[in-house]
Nanobody
Framework: QVHLVESGGGLVQPGGSLTLSCVIS????????MAWYRRAPGKQREWVAV???????AYNSAVDGRFTASRDNVTNTAYLQMSNLKPDDPAVYYC?????WGQGTQVTVSS
C-alpha cells in the first residue's frame, strides 16, 4: 500500500513563503515523477509543478519563478518551496505520483 502525506500548509501573508513536504511511503515499483496540484474553492484542480526522477522540473506559468519543486529520492520526499505568495495561490495543495494522491494541505494567503 502506498501513502502520500503532505504537510507544511498554513496561513501566510501576501508576499510570504511556505514550504510543503510530501512523504511517500510503501512499495513503489520504480522511480516516478512527483507532481504537485492545487484546488482552490470553486475552481478545477490545477497542475502546479513536477519533478522527474532525474530531477528535471516543470512549472505552471502561474507559479514559475516563485515556486521551486524538488525531491529527495533517498527519503522519497517531495518538496514545494513557495515564495512571494499571492492572493491567487490559496488552495488545497496535493502531491501525487502515478495512481496515488495525498490528502492535501491547505495554504491560505491573507493579511
Amino acid at each position: 500500500q502506498v501513502h502520500l502525506v503532505e504537510s507544511g500548509g498554513g496561513l501566510v501573508q501576501p508576499g510570504g513563503s511556505l514550504t510543503l513536504s510530501c512523504v511517500i511511503s510503501g512499495s513503489v515499483d520504480s522511480p516516478n515523477g512527483m507532481a504537485w496540484y492545487r484546488r482552490a474553492p470553486g475552481k478545477q484542480r490545477e497542475w502546479v509543478a513536477v519533478v522527474t526522477p532525474s530531477g528535471q522540473k516543470a512549472y505552471n506559468s502561474a507559479v514559475d519563478g516563485r515556486f521551486t519543486a524538488s525531491r529527495d529520492n533517498v527519503t522519497n520526499t517531495a518538496y514545494l518551496q513557495m515564495s512571494n505568495l499571492k492572493p491567487d495561490d490559496p488552495a488545497v495543495y496535493y502531491c501525487t505520483i502515478p495512481q496515488f494522491w495525498g490528502q492535501g494541505t491547505q495554504v491560505t494567503v491573507s493579511s
